[in-house]
């Protein structure tokens, strides 16, 4: 199988080089399970969905954020944390930052940031934390817009998605035992 002469061309080009044993033995498992739900698995950074000031294809959600956009901002990061914090929880915090400070949007390019980071979507050119100090309503905006074009509806929170994703999948239960003996 193998030439003496080490210059020499071997006949397998799939054949370990000269001097070292072949490989053998039980194959390595190359499963790889499946991203968790609502992962994205690309690894490139991908353009947003729709441009920062893109609001004629959402015109309601505009008028909302523009007048309370604690609301937007809630049902973002509900959707963002997969539930851990409620839309209620999350824009009475942005609320309440902005009465105090008047930098909500600080807490808000959090969120930002973290949305792109699980979407892969590409960063602006000036940064999450400049997008939301020149332009909090319309970042805002632009990020419940990407929400709904991952397939997310926004209105009924995270658990609604969930379940909204999961219906219809059976789900595996332990069978119910009759009893004891009897004679």
Request: glycine fraction near 10%.
């Amino acid at each position: 199988m193998y030439s003496s002469n080490p210059s020499a061309p071997q006949k397998y080009a799939d054949a370990p080089p000269p001097g070292q044993a072949p490989v053998m033995g039980v194959p390595v498992n190359t499963y790889q399970p499946q991203a968790a739900p609502f992962q994205v698995q690309s690894s490139a950074p991908v353009p947003w969905s729709t441009g920062l000031c893109d609001c004629s294809d959402d015109v309601g959600n505009c008028c909302i954020t523009c007048c309370c956009p604690c609301i937007t901002f809630g049902q973002i990061a509900e959707i963002v944390d997969r539930g851990a914090t409620s839309c209620a929880a999350s824009g009475g915090l942005y609320t309440l930052i902005n009465l105090l400070t008047g930098c909500g949007f600080l807490y808000s390019c959090f969120y930002r940031s973290k949305m792109r980071r699980q979407y892969k979507l590409e960063e602006s050119c000036c940064g999450d934390c400049m997008v939301h100090c020149c332009c909090e309503p319309c970042a805002l905006c632009q990020e419940y817009r990407e929400l709904k074009h991952q397939g997310f509806d926004l209105s009924i929170g995270w658990q609604g998605n969930v379940d909204q994703r999961t219906q219809g999948v059976m789900t595996a239960t332990a069978p119910v035992s009759q009893g004891g003996m009897n004679r």
